[in-house]
T-cell receptor, first 110, second 112 residues
């Protein structure tokens, strides 16, 4: 099956810093999602982005499907950005089952 | 408001007992999923259902069972055959096909 690798596995920032999280995948995909898991465990949808670039406030994401990667940018980080960021992809071919990466754990210090 | 609800939020059981976790959605989604998450780990797929009265095993289905009698509901039973049932369980739904997936708040199950 498709492999999904996220980097870095852990990230520690000071409030106000910028960061880039990466998601590499091993095969062509029908869709790609970014989630933020907050400290209470809830997974929050950030972006549904099979290709192209999207922005939502301080967050933006870019997926380059032909090169099999996606990037999540966090600008001017806040303590509320802390948590785990997951990338999930759905491989082309009709399985319709998302495959999750292992996540990037982000801690933002005040 | 549209969304996915899971109940209860916390559940405690004695070893050897079966337990059923509830998942309900009012998003009119065809597909529903159950995932297990262990501390510091990613999500692993237990079961999924693309349509009412049909479901398939995921990567770690042993010791679990599901039913999909209604579009809105996809309950998960953790049986006594599951060797390490203590975990965080997440339910999700999506439109059929390559649709955006949405998650419920999760149930933390502790078995002692």
């Amino acid at each position: 099956g498709i492999q999904v690798e996220q980097s870095p596995p852990d990230l520690i920032l000071q409030e106000g810093a910028n960061s880039t999280l990466r998601c590499n995948f091993s095969d062509s995909v029908n869709n790609l999602q970014w989630f933020h898991q907050n400290p209470w465990g809830q997974l929050i949808n950030l972006f549904y982005i099979p290709s192209g670039t999207k922005q939502n406030g301080r967050l933006s994401a870019t997926t380059v499907a032909t090169e099999r990667y996606s990037l999540l940018y966090i600008s001017s980080s806040q303590t509320t950005d802390s948590g785990v960021y997951f990338c999930a992809v759905e491989a082309s071919g009709g399985s319709y089952i998302p495959t999750f990466g292992r996540g990037t754990s982000l801690i933002v210090h005040p | 408001d549209g969304g996915i609800t899971q109940s209860p939020k916390y559940l405690f059981r004695k070893e050897g007992q079966n337990v059923t976790l509830s998942c309900e959605q009012n998003l009119n989604h065809d597909a529903m999923y159950w995932y297990r998450q262990d501390p510091g780990q990613g999500l692993r797929l237990i079961y999924y259902s693309q349509i009412v009265n049909d479901f398939q095993k995921g990567d770690i289905a042993e010791g679990y069972s599901v039913s999909r009698e209604k579009k809105e509901s996809f309950p998960l039973t953790v049986t006594s055959a599951q060797k390490n049932p203590t975990a965080f369980y997440l339910c999700a739904s999506s439109t059929q096909g390559a649709g955006e997936q949405y998650f419920g708040p999760g149930t933390r199950l502790t078995v002692t």
